[in-house]
């Protein structure tokens, strides 16, 4: 199965509304990122964290780490219908000879409603 | 403008049929690597490079080759393409490594093999 599992797999609001996507991951981190794709389009780097930070914030968008629980979330603050897309997270490794590898999730799919 | 290209964006091919992706970077970046991404199993890693003359295994690169004879270039090569292998498939780079920073991706190339 995948290092990173998304949730939900699918979440539709309202444009205005925060919308809020989970990951967890089964096996130490080195770093954990988030990324957007649009249909059909290639992926665009939202955010690192690294596996000593607790949050970070980057305009709307607000990520959490909790290394304990093995488990990362993505708040997007007063959504639009520009962010309709898919979410991913992924990590990358903290084993030996895993350094030059993200793993993938499967994504969330937002849509944003008028 | 800083990016990633791939070539070609469609690909229709039959069983057998030689073919190579193109993948070209412009940021001097020294990691390179090639995805595929399907319905339900996220993105998957085929092959990664660390730097010229320097290639690995993902985790699924049964069927393809690639090679990295210059920085900025890194081909995905299917010398016997099959029906599974129908896919989207993404090559992306980094400054040094996924554990370090960010990946760029490029707009993704479509292959459908008959």
């Known amino acids: 199965s995948q290092q990173g599992e998304e949730d939900p797999q699918a979440l539709s609001i309202q444009e205005g509304e925060n919308a809020t996507m989970n990951c967890s991951y089964k096996?130490?981190?080195?770093?954990l990122q988030w990324y957007r794709q649009n249909s059909g389009r290639g992926l665009v780097h939202l955010i690192l964290?690294?596996?000593?930070?607790r949050e970070k914030h980057s305009g709307r968008l607000r990520v959490t780490l909790d290394t304990s629980k093995k488990s990362s979330s993505l708040l997007i603050t007063a959504s639009r219908a520009a962010d309709t897309a898919s979410y991913f997270c992924?990590?990358?490794?903290?084993?030996?000879?895993?350094?030059?590898?993200?793993?993938f999730g499967t994504g969330t799919r937002l849509q944003v409603t008028l | 403008e800083a990016q990633v290209t791939q070539n070609p964006r469609y690909l229709i091919t039959v069983t057998g049929k030689k073919l190579t992706v193109t993948c070209s970077q412009n940021?001097?970046?020294?990691?390179m690597s090639w995805y595929r991404q399907d319905p339900g199993l996220g993105l998957r890693q085929i092959y990664y490079?660390?730097?010229?003359?320097?290639?690995d295994k993902g985790d699924v690169p049964e069927g393809y080759k690639v090679s990295r004879k210059e920085k900025r270039n890194f081909p995905l090569i299917l010398e016997s393409p099959s029906p599974n292998q129908t896919s989207l498939y993404f090559c992306?780079?980094?400054?040094?490594?996924?554990?370090?920073?960010?990946?760029?991706f490029g707009e993704g190339s479509r292959l459908t093999v008959l």
């Open positions: 992306a780079s980094s400054f040094v490594s996924p554990n370090t920073g960010e990946l760029f």
């Open positions: 096996t130490s981190i080195n770093n």
């Open positions: 964290i690294r596996s000593n930070e």
């Open positions: 992924a990590t990358a490794l903290l084993q030996t000879g895993t350094a030059s590898k993200l793993t």
């Open positions: 940021m001097n970046h020294e990691y």
């Open positions: 490079s660390m730097n010229v003359e320097v290639t």
